[in-house]
């Protein structure tokens, strides 16, 4: 179950597929979410695949040769049909098996990496779509309880110390390096976990957008489990 208590009325749950990729996004809703309880063992899929990097990348013929027990068909089955619906709708989907990202220690005031509340740009109409079988899933915030970190004061000061061009190029300066695209959550604010097996589609920054931008993060991996993680 998502725990929608803090949610705000950010969130609109769907029960199928063509729900989730149709309705529109619209007033407080940047998030939507296909509900699901799947069947399945995950992990299975995860102890088979050869992990060499950080962050491996399935590919979809490989997941098909995996020999797996039957729970670990099942599951095997479920990324397939939800591969190939994104891939239809349009999307390219990427399957992953996550040790950790890559932590930003370029500003230690001011990380940039995923573990950060931030949301996605794209000059084109695009949404996020973000599926975690197994491990820890992401956060999203409520935009009502986040700060563009650009916007507090003392984040600010320490961005200009970075910057040597005139006053008036700051604000494009802010943009090419991606620092408006992060936020700081307030100090009454309630993180919404995405929870495991529910298929979601996040609202992106872009110029046709009709509501805020959905803010999320990835979780800091308490579990000590790999992620798998279906995104596009």
């Not at 390219?92 to 220690?105: A, F, G, M, T």
């Amino acid at each position: 179950m998502i725990d929608l208590s803090h949610a705000e009325n950010q969130i609109r749950c769907v029960t199928n597929f063509q729900d989730l990729v149709s309705t529109p996004f619209s007033g407080q809703v940047n998030a939507l979410c296909w509900t699901r309880e799947l069947t399945g063992d995950f992990s299975e899929i995860v102890k088979k695949v050869d992990l060499t990097e950080n962050i491996t990348t399935i590919d979809m013929e490989e997941l098909r040769e995996l020999q797996l027990s039957e729970q670990g068909k099942l599951a095997r089955e479920i990324l397939l049909k939800d591969f190939d619906a994104l891939k239809a709708h349009g999307a390219l989907p990427v399957l992953n098996v996550i040790k950790y990202y890559d932590r930003d220690d370029d500003y230690p005031f001011f990380p940039t990496d995923v573990y950060s509340y931030h949301v996605d740009r794209s000059t084109i109409a695009f949404d996020t779509f973000l599926c975690t079988y197994y491990g820890d899933a992401s956060d999203i915030l409520p935009n009502s309880q986040v700060t563009q970190k650009i916007r507090v004061p003392e984040i600010r000061d320490e961005l200009k110390k970075l910057y040597d061009g005139p006053d008036e190029g700051f604000e494009s300066f802010l943009t090419e390096n991606f620092f408006d695209l992060h936020y700081q959550p307030k100090r009454d604010a309630h993180p919404i976990n995405l929870g495991l097996g529910h298929l979601w589609r996040l609202a992106c920054d872009h110029p046709d957008s009709k509501v805020p931008p959905c803010v999320h993060r990835a979780p800091n991996e308490k579990s000590g489990l790999s992620r798998l993680l279906m995104i596009c």
